[in-house]
């Protein structure tokens, strides 16, 4: 047995370290938590990808907002294509109970456009501006991410990667209850 | 075919290493040399078959061979040969096969070279080494084996991550792995000597090459990481502790600690259970960067790299730290050593002091490292640790260091008077202070850029003044020309030169360093044809190029730069598009001068013609490129030092250091 303190320091030390590591294990690094959140969303006005319509962000009040970041170039976007497009048709079609809107970042309108055909996007696209103001606006760290803004124009939630079908559904929900609470 | 048998050829290597762990033992113990001698066979024949597997694996990306899905997922038919080879260690399970390959190469130069020599500790030493090739060819036959075959066999791969295409990142992991895993020959030696209840000096002085072999590799490619982020990520800087960067750091600093206070053991008998830990952790700290840049715990810029076999590599080292310590400490009372510092004027202390600061950089480094997963834990909150908390606490440390170069320089063994000093830093404090006003007259007014300048000067000056004192000697007592003296001066202690040579080129990575200081930005749109002022140049936009490259298109700015008027150069910023993956990637163009780097990104390509560019000026920074070749001449010096194979009583009655 050995009796140095010095050696169950050391001892100790290493079981901290290797318990941390183990630990971030069960936990996702991307997660960090937008200051955003609870903030009223940045307002920009944007020009529909193919030109015609714009939309200001801020005359959609009212409306809860999906604001997807995406961009041709991402791989993980063509992941999420189809939820997105699944959300617009359900909720915002149907019931008219959602926007859904994309805007790309760091992009080029013909290749932005060739991606939309071909995973059969019809909900609002469009383009961030040469700056990439929006994108900065919102602190995006990447694409996508998928920013849920409630009927006051509040940031509700922010979803880092891919959305999943779940997480979408109980976004919607979530924002539609947190107004029902509220009337 | 071949791939079935390169499989075969990595489970022989594991049976042999693990009759490498066992063998060595059993000879010791039954007093048969023959059965040690067999271990120290079965290290070279981990090689052979080591080296079959690697091939295999080579063969199959030269010949597009995607039934490995290893090939299929990293390389692609019109990927460059040059990256059809780097492919081998881009992604992971080939990186686990090429860290094996090199540690059996470097076994098997032990096991080959120390034959005769070292007997008492060599059994132990391959058993230690064996250990930790079971574990990469247990990992290698289970979880990452990269000859796994696939079928149906898909025409062509997914190609490899555009970013690894360039060409630093074909040599900077080889060069990275080289250090981390040279590292484990000095561990190897040390553990032996543990093990087998060896603890005189033999250690230190065996590995001393190979210590500063796995530093010099070490030290490289970390360069060429840089090297990589600044051309390739077009974010204009080279550094961004990020985790991984900070994962190859750490063992580079308590190793770089180790390089120095082993020399307090060789020359003094000083630190032995000091440089022991120093070993353990330089070592725990090696494997553990592999374990955060493979598995994923912390957000990096090099998760392209990430798998699932995080928790063997944490359960390895928390097996190798556990066991380790456990053995020193159970030898403590052979390590406790006579000597200590004996006054505060000393080289000697200079070490301790430098030591501190390495170790305090190291520990700066680390918390900032897993301190997001620290406030995860304890307060369930995300966050993330920003360069300004390390710059802030590691750039005074660091000028410390640099500062502490020249003071340990001039400083005497033992003893050092006050007066000695005072007469002794006269002039290297004079040459700081005439460079001090110099670049306040030149217009330099930031604070840390100063420091840097008048600290550098004052360890320039002392390195080349200890150095002219010593040829001036040779020259009056010799009498041969001053160059042939210089020579002599350099030959004779090789050791002490080639240290000063690495430490002239720690002052010019200073100096490129210091650039950070005052570096500026600017964001601009040219249209075609209408030049703009920017940073005293004038820059004209000529229009947008499409062209292809290797297997990329290429759409790049064309730009002409101007000073005053003059016509300078014509510079290409460009955006790649490769087939493969549909990101797009900046391909930055850079013009160096000694004064600074003009550094362009392109951000975009608009549709009214016009180029959205991100300009950096980047001051000084060439100058700690110089720094390479330094390091590379000072390390080769340093290696021509043959150190005596000697216990430790008989060096210090040879330094008539004996009694004191």
Known sequence: MIRSWKFWLVLAGIAVVVGLFAYGFTVDPKLVQSPLIGKPAPDFTVTRLGGGETLHLAELRGTPVILNFWASWCVACRDEAALLEKAHRRYGLESGDVRVIGIAIQDRPEAARAFAERYGKTY????????????????????????????DGVIHHKQVGPVTWEGLVTQVNAMAGQQQAKR | MTNHIGYICLTAALAVSLYGVVAPHLGVTRNNWNLVRSAQFATILNLGFVFAASVALMRAFLTDDFSVSFVFQNSSVDLPVMYKIAAFWGGMDGSLLFWELVLALLSAVVAYRYQRSNREVIPYVI????????????????????????????????????????????????????????????????????????????????????????????????????QWAYEELGWGGYWAWDPVENAAF???????????????????????????????????????????????VLNSVHAFAQSEI?????????????????????????????????TLLSKESTFLLNNLLFIGIAFTVFLGTVFPLVAEAVRGTKLSVQAPFFNTIIAPLGIGLLGLVGVCTLIAWRHSSASYLIRNFRWPVAAAAVVLAAAALLGVRHGGALTVFAVGSFTAAVLFMDFGRAVAVRHRQGGGSWPSSAFQTVMRNQQRYGG?????????VFFGLSGNYFRSEHNLTLLPGKPVEVAGYQLLYKGMKVYPEGNATL??????LYRDGEFLDTLHPARSFYPTTPEPLTEVAIRRTLAHDFYIALASENEDGSATLRILVNPLVIWAWFGFPLFTAGIALAMLYKPRTLGAPAVEKRLGLAGS
């Open chain 2, 500 to 508: 000063m040579v690495i430490h002239l080129g720690v002052v010019f």
């Open chain 2, 555 to 560: 759409h790049a700015a064309e730009l002409e």
């Open chain 2, 250 to 296: 750490m063992p580079w600093l308590t190793g770089t600690a180790f390089l120095h206070s082993v020399m307090l053991q060789e020359k003094r008998n000083m630190m032995k259970v000091w440089n022991m830990t120093l070993i353990i952790v330089t070592f725990g700290l090696s494997i553990l960067g592999t374990f955060i840049v493979r598995s994923g």
């Open chain 2, 127 to 226: 058993v230690t080494l064996s250990i930790i090739h079971v574990f990469l060819l247990g990992l290698l036959v289970t979880y990452s084996n990269p000859l796994a075959t696939q079928y149906p066999i898909p025409d062509n791969g997914r190609g490899l991550n555009p970013l690894l295409q360039h060409p630093a990142m074909a040599a900077h992991p080889p060069m990275l792995y080289l250090g981390y895993i040279a590292f484990s020959i000095p561990f190897a030696f040390a553990m032996g000597s543990l093990l087998r209840g060896k603890l005189d000096n033999e250690w230190v002085v065996t590995t001393r090459r190979w210590t500063l072999f796995a530093w010099f590799f070490l030290t490289v490619g970390q360069m060429l990481g840089g």
């Open chain 2, 310 to 342: 995080g928790p063997a590599f944490l359960i390895f080292i928390a097996i190798v730290l556990v066991l380790a310590f456990t053995l020193m400490f159970r030898r403590i009372k052979l390590l406790e050593s006579r000597h200590t510092a004996d």
């Open chain 1, 124 to 151: 609002f696209l469009a383009l961030d501006g040469e700056a990439g103001d929006i994108a900065l606006n919102y602190g995006l760290y990447g694409v996508p991410e998928t920013f849920f803004i409630d009927r």
